[in-house]
């Protein structure tokens, strides 16, 4: 017996807006995550203080075109099958579907093409993992309405989401209704598509587009099961366990803190209704988020079949943040951690950090995790043959995976599976690099969307092979 179950989802994870450029092809409508230029005011684009709700002339959007897996996917499908995957977690496009998110009819161009990709994935026996929104949201919406500012959008994702389960029931079996929930806090543009308007309350404005988004995940947690009861709904939550920079009761106070910003959205969808921090939060600074009666019984009743995240980093809190400085790390400001060394993009490396926050999120909650997301964001140096022996990576993995195993084998957290990010090399979603490369597949495009897309292995490539096959015996 091995220190993974059988069945073990071993695979990989991409989504539509960083991966498969045609943003303009087949009927696709425009959505926020096309908008947000590679430069300078990428950030406050992603925060939505810079108001970009067209294509502007004179900026890079590296979205747009890519590593085109709108038109590679046969290619690079049949290279995780090489590698052995037994599961492909990718995102649908919105407005590939409903170019304008409140359409009378589906975009019958857009439900084929990700029909082509299910049948493809099962092809080679690999389980597709559906990512329903990977922080798109049709620009449409937002001018019309304000996206999820309003009540609207959750018929709009209601009527998208009937239509990805009636169309694809029997091709696809796990779905996760937002990606990084928590991500809305933090960047409410490049998360949501929504825009914090002059003299709006930014805080009110983001927990009442969270709790539509939270409404509209029950609601189509509801209706999968209705349609298939052989669905598997998922939450995603960008985690990381925060410690506290010290024994010092502040700190490990500011740190408990920390840790519930990040938990709220996970408490909702996984118990099935506000925590009390949360409505006592809520009260104190008067703010009316609009949860009717109905919305509370529809989260009660509609809880996730499992919790998957992204885990990268651990994070760090102090009572005192200024005195010790901050380091980067996926969005989330976190004080440094002087025991840890970091990434070249200052994400600090913590593999434990993935067992301590296995066991936060399964203490929590029992239920079944998924680790949707890992990886080293790193700069590739391809030989004169474009060879690139990344053992920097297969270290990281390596020591991640090690983790993830003592957490299952000797803590017994129950995991689905593990699909690492950007397994094949794509669009930096933080930064829209092309050079933060996380794949065991090169890609030949710089920052300035020059190349020629050809894939290549990586070093990590014949080693992820070997894990699989060993299922996670051979490290
Ligand atoms: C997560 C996102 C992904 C991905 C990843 C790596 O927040 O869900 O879309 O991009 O982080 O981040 P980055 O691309 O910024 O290195």
């Known amino acids: 017996m091995g220190r993974f179950p059988e069945g073990f989802l071993w695979g990989g994870a991409t989504a539509a807006n960083q991966c498969e450029g045609a943003y303009d092809t087949d009927g696709r409508g425009l959505a926020n995550v096309d908008l947000i230029p590679h430069g300078p005011e990428r950030r406050a684009v992603m925060n939505g203080v810079r108001k970009m709700l067209e294509c502007e002339e004179g900026y890079f959007y590296p979205g747009h075109e890519a590593i085109d897996f709108y038109h590679h996917y046969k290619e690079d499908i049949a290279l995780f099958a090489e590698m052995g995957f037994k599961c492909f977690r990718l995102s649908i496009a919105w407005t590939r579907i409903y170019p304008n998110g409140f359409d009378e009819e589906p975009n019958e161009a857009g439900l084929k093409f990700y029909e082509d990709v299910f049948d493809e994935c099962r092809r080679y026996g690999i389980e597709p993992l559906v990512t329903i929104v990977h922080f798109d949201a049709p620009v449409a919406c937002t001018k019309k309405f304000g996206s999820w500012k309003s009540r609207e959008m959750i018929d709009c994702y209601m009527k998208y989401c009937r239509t990805l389960f009636t169309r694809y029931k029997g091709k696809v079996k796990y779905w996760l209704t937002f990606n990084e929930i928590n991500m809305i806090l933090h960047m409410p543009f490049m998360a949501a598509g929504v825009l914090i308007e002059e003299g709006e309350d930014g805080e009110l404005v983001k927990y009442q587009a969270a709790h539509h988004e939270l409404v509209a995940s029950a609601m189509a947690t509801k209706l999968a099961h209705e349609i298939d009861p052989e669905n598997k709904i998922g939450c995603m939550l960008a985690a990381g366990q925060y410690y506290p920079y010290s024994c010092n009761p502040d700190d490990v106070f500011e740190a408990m803190k920390k840790n519930r910003d990040n938990f709220f959205f996970i408490d909702v969808q996984s118990r099935g209704e506000y925590p009390e921090y949360a409505k006592k939060f809520f009260q104190r600074e008067n703010y009316d988020i609009g949860i009717t009666p109905e919305d509370e019984k529809v989260l009660k009743e509609n809880t996730v079949d499992f919790i998957s995240f ?74 004169e043959n474009g060879y690139v022996d990344d053992q920097y990576r297969i270290e990281y993995l390596k020591a991640h995976i090690s983790a993830m195993a003592d957490a299952v084998d000797i803590d017994g957290v129950p995991l689905m599976g593990y699909t690492p990010w950007g397994c094949i090399d794509l669009v930096s979603a933080s930064t829209g690099e092309m050079k933060k490369r996380y794949g065991f597949i090169y890609v030949d495009k710089d920052n300035e969307g020059k190349g020629t897309l050809k894939r290549s292995k990586k070093a990590s490539f014949e080693w992820y092979r070997n894990v699989i096959a060993s299922n996670g015996e051979q490290l």
């Open 310 to 383: 992204s885990y990268y980093s651990s994070r760090v809190a102090s009572a005192e943040p200024e005195r010790y400085g901050e380091t980067a790390g996926n969005i989330f400001a976190s004080v440094k951690n002087p025991h840890l060394k970091a990434s070249e993009w200052g994400w600090q490396i913590d593999p434990l950090g993935l067992r301590i926050t296995m066991n936060a999120l399964y203490d929590r909650y029992q239920k079944p995790l998924f680790i949707v997301e890992n990886g080293l964001g790193a700069v590739d140096m391809p030989d």
